[in-house]
């Protein structure tokens, strides 16, 4: 029996019916203030003139007062679902947002005048305006007393003033170094006053927030998965993969017996790498001979019940981390594969004789190519037999080919970034056409409506 391996991303959650995406748990942890601003645009359709109208809305921003908004992220994320000019599909994309803010924030601190300068908008975006906002947020929530700090002048009586204090009784001002930046704001107590004075400092402070972040969505997504329905539904969706395009002929012509012994043949024969925190498949049934063995199925980026998920961004192909040398060792915390290093409960093998990659519900962002990188470099994508099946599924009639023109697009830009990091240049360019030729990728439909799944409530 041929090994496989199977690649899932949320949309293998979201096919089961779980709320899973980033918009889902911001749309829930926001509840209270999406009301109160549905509230405030009631009013506001009842003032005239555009001046007056934006007043009273930055009135209603200041008087919200949420203590959700010290965190950096939360902020962040919030001004950019109702920004009034910005609107975009893929707004609570963590981990491309997560980049875009590390690379483009700039903070500069004028010692002698107490000020702080930040980046300014040379584009006009709106995005550009929404990341200057955030930083100015939080370095007044960060300052304590020392409210609208940006561009404001301070006497040295009040910079002395905002000064840590420490065991010794004398004044501690953190280090410029990131961890040490971190671990200052992780452990001191929130009535001492702070002074940032570097972007290495104010990015150790969002770093603490996004791991604050990320126990949040946790627990959002312990609750929302935590569902005999969701469970069911995973399992069944599972199996569809699993033994999708796999069966042999002689499976429809033999006893129940003889099809159980078959499928168990194939699941021992079946690794799952999912990019998923749920493990909706196995839970509470670990003994179940129909499931697959746990040892074959890994949570790469933690799993709830470890706690241990992580967010992160992924640099082995985007150049502009690489034209940012200077913000390298910065931005290197916040990468997923730097973040996996303190966890020892990854183990996952790879095994060399794959004959089948399937891959169900991953975006095939850039986020996490370095991953297919490794994969396909230890299969020796190009001189194998291994053969790729891109599934998709349609989930509303009428868009069946849009969706299928959209992941003939992912398909294309992973194959073609992967050929781009071959040493053999020509193969590299090549490498697309020859799977082609060779049957070695399909991109195919996978049929959910016939699957009968649950709705989770």
């Known amino acids: 029996m041929d090994r496989q391996l199977i690649i899932l991303g949320n949309g293998f959650d979201l096919t089961a019916k779980l709320k899973s995406k980033y918009s889902h748990f911001f749309e829930e942890y926001f509840k209270g203030e999406i009301e109160n601003i549905k509230e405030q645009e009631d009013i506001l359709s ?53 980049l875009n803010v590390l690379l483009n924030i700039d903070i500069k601190y004028y010692g002698k005048k107490g000020y702080y300068q930040v980046k300014e908008d040379l584009t006009g975006r709106e ?114 993969i699993i033994f999708k395009n796999v069966m042999p002929d002689k499976f429809y012509d033999v006893d129940s017996e003889e099809k159980d012994k078959i499928k168990k043949e194939i699941k021992d024969n079946t690794n799952v790498l999912s990019f998923n925190y749920t493990k909706g498949y196995l839970v509470n049934d670990f003994n179940n001979q129909n499931n697959i063995n746990p040892a074959y199925y890994c949570n790469v980026h933690g799993n709830l019940g470890n706690d241990n998920i ?73 001189n194998s037999e291994t053969v790729l099946i891109f599934y998709y599924s349609v989930y509303s009639r009428g868009k069946e080919r849009e969706i299928r023109e959209k992941n003939k697009r992912s398909v294309h830009n992973l194959i073609s970034v992967y050929g781009s990091t071959m040493d053999n240049k020509d193969h590299g360019k090549n490498l697309l056409h020859k799977l082609l030729l060779e049957g070695r990728v399909k991109i195919k439909e996978l049929d959910i409506f016939s699957l009968s799944l649950l709705p989770v409530d």
């Open 46 to 98: 009842n003032v005239s003139g555009k001046e007056q109208q934006n007043n009273l809305r930055s009135m209603f921003r200041k008087e919200m007062g949420s203590d959700k908004f010290k965190n950096f992220w939360m902020y962040y994320f919030f001004q950019k679902r109702y920004s009034e000019n910005i609107f975009n599909e893929n707004w609570a994309d963590i981990e491309t947002e997560i």
């Open 127 to 240: 995005e550009d305006r929404i990341i200057r906002q955030s930083v100015r947020n939080k370095l007044d929530i960060i300052e304590g007393d020392m409210k609208g700090c940006t561009n404001r002048e301070f006497d040295e009586e009040t910079l002395r003033g905002i000064k840590i204090p420490n065991s010794n009784g004398g004044d501690f001002k953190l280090d410029t170094n990131f961890l040490n930046a971190y671990e200052n704001l992780n452990g001191i107590n929130p009535n001492d006053k702070i002074i940032i004075t570097s972007k290495g400092e104010f990015i150790g402070a969002l770093f603490k927030d996004l791991l604050d972040l990320e126990k949040e969505f946790a627990s959002y997504l312990a609750i929302v998965s935590n569902s005999e329905e969701y469970r069911y539904n995973a399992r069944r969706l599972l199996d569809e």
């Open 310 to 382: 992580i967010f992160g961004i992924d640099n082995a192909f985007d150049k502009s981390i690489e034209e940012n040398k200077n913000d390298i060792n910065l931005i290197l915390p916040f990468t997923k594969t730097y973040r996996i290093m303190d966890r020892d409960d990854i183990k996952f093998e790879l095994k060399k004789d794959l004959k089948l990659i399937k891959f169900y519900g991953h975006s095939l962002a850039q986020a996490d190519y370095s991953y297919f990188q490794t994969i396909f470099d230890d299969v020796d994508l190009y």
